[in-house]
């Protein structure tokens, strides 16, 4: 075994959530979006577009074979909770279930700054491969409650990445998974800002 193919780390799997695309007022128009995710219980079947059940609105910009799948680090949703309260969505008290943000997979044990584009979790019996990190839109905005949530997003590095899946199979909550490297040369923290950077130029 080559050195650069032994396990970096591993976490755990900590809920499952799917989503089906419903109406969503952004801005005042209503569009269309399956960003709110609901918990599911498992085991859940993983293919090569994703999990079973879970609908995406505009497959330009989430979904296809490179962003399947989507995953946060559980550890965010005090941080975004306080976020919001903080720039004055007092109207939304309770606590950021799993899933609001619209991720499939809630993580704990791995974050952005030790994550590679390229790295690979493994389950198992399925595996997945880190692709880029999330980049936030107006509707992040409209589901968080306050303008500057994808400001917030870019520049706290909290944004959570997308995976593609490249062994189909079933995951079930509480799974562990394995951490295994690739190139290593681009973190999904440093992705974030190369292409947030890009996008202000």
């Known amino acids: 075994m080559q050195p650069s193919s032994l396990p970096t780390g591993s ?14 007022m952004v801005g005042g128009r209503k569009l269309v979006s ?7 219980s498992g085991p859940i079947e993983v293919g090569v577009l994703g999990l079973a059940g879970d609908e995406q609105a505009d497959l ?23 976020q919001r309260q903080a720039r004055g969505a007092t109207m939304f008290e309770e606590a950021l279930a ?27 019996g399925v595996v997945l491969r880190v692709t880029q990190p999330r980049e936030p839109c107006g509707k992040f905005n409209a589901v968080m409650g306050y303008a500057l949530a994808a400001k917030d997003m870019v520049q706290s590095g ?32 440093q992705a974030l800002q190369h292409k947030a950077w890009k996008h202000l130029r």
């Not at 399956?34 to 599911?40: H, Q």
């Not at 799993?98 to 030790?114: H, K, T």
């Open 11 to 24: 976490g755990t799997l900590l809920s499952l959530q799917t989503g089906q695309v419903r109406p969503l």
């Open 60 to 82: 330009s910009v989430h979904g296809g074979l490179s962003k399947a799948v989507y995953a946060l680090p559980s550890e965010h949703l005090a941080w975004w909770q306080a």
């Open 98 to 124: 799993p899933g609001y943000l619209g991720e499939n997979l809630s993580l704990q044990g791995v974050l952005e700054r030790d994550l590679f584009v390229g790295d690979r979790l493994d389950f198992g």
């Open 158 to 189: 909290r944004c959570g990445f997308y995976l593609a899946v490249d062994q189909p199979g079933r995951l079930q909550v509480g799974a562990p998974f394995q951490i295994i490297p690739g190139s290593r040369s681009v973190s999904v923290a």
């Open 34 to 40: 399956a960003i709110g995710k609901t918990t599911v």
